[in-house]
C-alpha cells in the first residue's frame, strides 16, 4: 500500500507557472505507475499525465501537451507535475494517482489518491 500527498497548487496569472509534488509513503515506490488527474468545478476528474514506473515513458491529455512536464524520483518516492503557460481552463483540483499494474489514462486503473490540491489560473 502507498499513501500520497499533494502540495505546490496555489494561485497563479495566466501564462505562469507552477511546480506540483507528490510524495508517496509506505513500499518501494519504483512498483506503481503514477498519474496526475484534474478535477474543474462541475465538471468530471479527467487525466493529465501520466508516467511508467521507470519513469521512462510519458503519456499527457491533448489539453496539456508540451506546456506540462511529469516526471519522478524513485529515491524520493516523489512525482512531479511542472506546469507551465498557464490557462485559465486549468484551474482545477490536482490529484496524484498511482496503481501497481500499468500506467493508464482511466482513473478506474488506479488504486491510490491523495486528497488533491488546488490550482486557480487568473485571466
Known amino acids: 500500500q502507498v499513501q500520497l500527498v499533494e502540495s505546490g497548487g496555489g494561485l497563479v496569472q495566466a501564462g505562469g507557472s507552477l511546480r506540483l509534488s507528490c510524495a508517496a509513503s509506505g513500499r518501494t515506490f519504483s512498483i506503481y505507475a503514477a498519474g496526475w488527474f484534474r478535477q474543474a468545478p462541475g465538471k468530471e476528474r479527467e487525466f493529465v499525465a501520466a508516467?511508467?514506473?521507470?519513469?521512462?515513458?510519458?503519456y499527457y491529455a491533448d489539453s496539456v501537451k508540451g506546456r506540462f512536464t511529469i516526471s519522478r524520483d524513485n529515491a524520493l518516492k516523489t512525482v512531479t507535475l511542472q506546469m507551465n503557460s498557464l490557462k485559465p481552463e486549468d484551474t482545477a483540483v490536482y490529484y496524484c494517482a498511482a496503481n501497481p499494474r500499468r500506467t493508464s489514462q482511466n482513473q478506474r486503473d488506479y488504486d491510490y489518491w491523495g486528497q488533491g490540491t488546488q490550482v486557480t489560473v487568473s485571466s
Open positions: 508516467i511508467t514506473k521507470s519513469g521512462g515513458i510519458t
